[in-house]
């Protein structure tokens, strides 16, 4: 895509940039922003972890479903384009968050078929295009992407990044929201990330105890507020 005001590099599994996601389409459609959606993938990204000693039990799965979805994301912008891509990832979201965790587990594990196929049908795209899920083929484009977005904030982040202004901006990892914000609210928060964005030496902001995202997915409803829980590295690892 030509001309994008952002690049938003997302792993449709990670809740923390489907509610980032959200925030950045408010502010798009209040800015007249363009959005770029590109792929990071946290199998891919974590090819190294021993999962077993460093995750809890349901993260490599979890990760693998996120793998699984990205390919068919990549496969979806080769024949249909970056706006199918855009069109994609919230129908995927809105499935994977929207509901609790018992009806998604109803639904299929989140890189099946079964899971995947009733969101295409939604957006009108080709059934066959569900083959891209296990074809592994496509996870060079991925890792490429992947790549590219740690070329541009270094190793030790996670999803989302956010490039700014590209290609010449910067990036960042980050921010991470638990909470969506109200659209006074999404844009005020958009300039103040902005404004830190633009000073050529910020680096980062961080703390490590977030409140559950305020998702179905997680128990949590609207207006409600998380248990607040320390999540090392962007997750809630276990060290043995």
């Not at 587990?105 to 795209?125: C, H, I, K, N, V």
């Not at 059934?127 to 991925?142: F, I, P, R, S």
């Not at 030790?156 to 969506?180: C, K, M, N, Q, W």
Request: hydrophobic residues 40%.
């Amino acid at each position: 895509m030509a001309d994008a005001d952002l690049r938003f590099y997302f792993d449709p599994v990670c809740p923390f940039a489907w509610l980032t996601s959200e925030w950045v389409r408010l502010v798009a459609a209040s800015r007249e922003y363009r959005v770029e959606w590109r792929f990071i993938s946290l199998r891919l990204l974590n090819a190294h972890v021993d999962y077993a000693a460093q995750f809890p039990p349901d993260y490599e799965a979890g990760h693998t479903d996120g793998l699984r979805l990205l390919r068919l994301a990549a496969r979806v912008r080769d024949e249909h384009g970056p706006d199918a891509v855009d069109r994609l990832y919230r129908e995927l979201g809105q499935r994977v968050f929207g509901a609790p965790e018992s009806a998604r587990t109803a639904a299929g594990a989140r890189g099946s078929a079964e899971f995947a196929a009733p969101a295409l049908a939604a957006l009108d795209l080709p059934a066959g295009l569900v083959e891209a899920l296990d074809d592994e083929g496509w996870d060079a484009v991925v890792q490429a992407e992947t790549d590219e977005a740690l070329r541009l904030t270094g190793r030790d982040v996670g999803t989302p990044i956010l490039h700014f202004r590209p290609p010449e901006g910067t990036a960042f990892f980050g921010p991470v929201i638990s909470r969506l914000p109200d659209e006074d609210e999404a844009v005020e928060l958009w300039d103040h990330v902005v404004a830190l964005a633009s000073f050529p030496g910020f680096a980062e902001l961080k703390r490590s105890l977030r409140e559950r995202p305020q998702l179905p997915s997680f128990g949590v409803r609207s207006g409600e507020v998380g248990l607040e829980e320390d999540w090392h590295g962007g997750s809630r690892r276990q060290r043995r």
